[in-house]
């Protein structure tokens, strides 16, 4: 039954069908996913975290302590100062003692950013760099793995084929693999869900971004707009934020910024996105305004109401839009 499957998937890819004809992702699929989730049902089936990634140039460890120490109990690992908290470079042993280190601070991890995984060498390669990340996902006791997606219109076969053989392995291990907008092919919701249509296994989803939609569009792109295009595949969303000046006509974009500060409607969004199907599932913070630890921390503490306050409906959306 297993190898059926898997032909059946390759088939997929060759003739360019898309999953939605056949019912293989929607939004039964992405509600199934999310229901396996063993994250506790906080604010009405939404978890709120923050990502390592505003802490970058500190440790890991660090990272965790002003997570934990925000209120949040849900941790992504992104960045820290000596890189990727957890890469390709991990070992199963290192990714265990992260994964243990957040749980001693109270931490669940949603999501691990493990950045490539070698598909641009060949096929085979591909696949044996995503195992690789889906055992130090389980190890480190994450949710999902979270694919940033490829630019190069060479490498976009190869890529989606490793990740279209990997699915069920990352089933097995109880991990999802979660795409992200983030620029090159998989830039605004279409791409996206011509991708996650592509592959075609209900254990590949979309985390929504929509500073990324604002980022990459150079500011022309609103995902109030965007977000229809995504409904039916969304089990997640990097909450982020994007504000923009022009320069001698050239954009100045930034989204190192905090939730419900720049230009991003999120109750619009999350209206939109609700719609279409994500009625629950791990809301986490990707970046916060810049400052000193006390007023990143601070700014930690006021982004996590903000996203609370989202989800209690408590926030109006913005009228001027």
């Given at each position: 039954m297993k190898q059926e499957h898997s032909v059946t998937r390759r088939n997929l890819l060759k003739t360019g069908l898309s999953a939605a004809a056949v019912g293989i992702v929607g939004p039964r699929a992405v509600?199934?996913?999310?229901?396996?989730?063993?994250?506790p049902a906080e604010a009405g089936g939404w978890q709120v975290g923050c990502f390592t990634r505003p802490w970058g140039e500190q440790e890991w460890p660090a990272a965790l302590d002003a997570i934990a120490e925000a209120g949040f109990k849900h941790a992504g690992l992104m960045t820290s100062k000596t890189g990727l908290v957890i890469s390709l470079a991990t070992s199963v042993e290192e990714a265990s003692r992260i994964g243990a280190e957040a749980r001693k601070r109270g931490l669940e991890i949603p999501s691990v950013y493990g950045g490539g995984f070698d598909a641009e060498r060949s096929l085979e390669a591909g696949i044996a760099g995503l195992r690789k990340l889906i055992d130090n996902c389980a190890a480190a006791g994450s949710k999902t793995l979270m694919l940033g997606g490829t630019g190069d219109a060479n490498r976009y076969d190869d890529y989606y084929k490793a990740v279209a053989e990997t699915c069920d392995y990352a089933a097995e291990k109880h991990i999802g693999l979660v795409l992200k907008p983030h620029g090159g092919l998989n830039a605004t919701g279409p791409q996206c869900r011509k991708t996650i249509e592509r592959v075609g296994h209900k254990s590949f989803t979309l985390w929504y971004d929509p500073g990324n939609i604002f980022y990459y569009s150079d500011g022309k792109l609103d995902p109030i707009e965007d977000a229809p295009s995504?409904?039916?595949?969304?089990?997640?969303?990097?909450?982020?934020?994007?504000?923009?000046?022009?320069?001698?006509g050239k954009p100045s974009k930034v989204v190192d910024v905090n939730p419900g500060d720049g230009r991003v409607d999120f109750p619009a969004v999350m209206a939109r996105l609700k719609k279409g199907g994500f009625t629950r599932g791990p809301l986490v913070i990707e970046t916060l305004a810049p400052g000193s630890?006390?007023?990143?921390?601070?700014?930690?503490?006021?982004?996590?109401?903000f996203v609370e306050a989202l989800v209690a409906g408590k926030l109006a959306q913005d009228s001027d839009r």
């Open positions: 509600a199934a996913v999310a229901a396996t989730s063993t994250a995504v409904a039916g595949i969304v089990s997640g969303m990097c909450v982020k934020d994007f504000t923009m000046t022009v320069e001698d630890l006390p007023e990143r921390l601070a700014a930690a503490r006021k982004a996590r109401l």
